[in-house]
């Protein structure tokens, strides 16, 4: 693969939380984020590696960090996330808002918005032709892969967000370029 770019579970227990969108909706969570995966071996499956909430995780020394500022985080949320990559490059950072992702938003308590999978896959693999996501989720990453005309092959243990993701890659790209 040309970059690994993945959103592992961090091994916080949020699937014992209920938050105001699980328990209005009626979703129960579960466990799914209660250990942290091993994703060491991961790496050398790719040239170029972008790991969201990658401080939670035993990876090399690397000063090419992005970062996601939320201005308009709640107070009971983190202001910002952090992605480790291997790049040897100053740390980037993109800001953009939660509310503005409502729209998008497909089921998974944790998604990650469009717009930021997007600039990961910029940031850190403008080249790369194929994307691997080995914790794909609702598919954010397949669909910002999918929407810069990259291949990607997605991995994710739970039924129904693997049906979401495939509803998702289905969709249409968009192509405002010529307006």
């Known amino acids: 693969f040309d970059l690994l770019l993945t959103d592992p579970p961090y091994g916080i227990g949020f ?3 209920h938050t ?5 909706r009626g979703v129960v969570l579960g466990d799914w984020d209660a250990e942290i995966p091993e994703i060491e071996w991961l790496l050398p499956l790719a040239d170029a590696c972008c790991v969201w909430g ?14 996601w500022v939320k201005p308009d985080a709640p107070p009971t949320f983190t202001g910002f996330e952090l992605a480790w990559t291997n790049q040897d490059r100053p740390a980037r950072w993109i800001s ?9 938003r497909v089921g998974h308590p944790t998604q990650k918005p469009l717009a930021v999978m997007t600039w990961s896959i910029e940031q850190v693999g403008p080249e790369a032709q194929t994307v691997l996501d080995p914790f794909a989720g609702s ?5 910002a892969a999918k929407d810069l005309g990259r291949k990607a092959v997605l991995i994710e243990r739970e039924e129904k967000y693997c049906e979401i993701a495939a509803r998702r890659m289905g969709q ?3 192509d405002f370029g010529n307006l």
């Open 15 to 17: 699937g014992k939380k």
């Open 20 to 24: 105001k969108w699980s328990a209005t």
């Open 54 to 67: 990658g401080e939670r995780f035993s990876l090399p020394v690397s000063r090419g960090w992005l970062c």
């Open 96 to 104: 953009h808002s939660i509310s503005a992702t409502n729209k998008e």
């Open 139 to 143: 598919g954010t990453t397949g669909r």
């Open 172 to 174: 249409e790209v968009l």
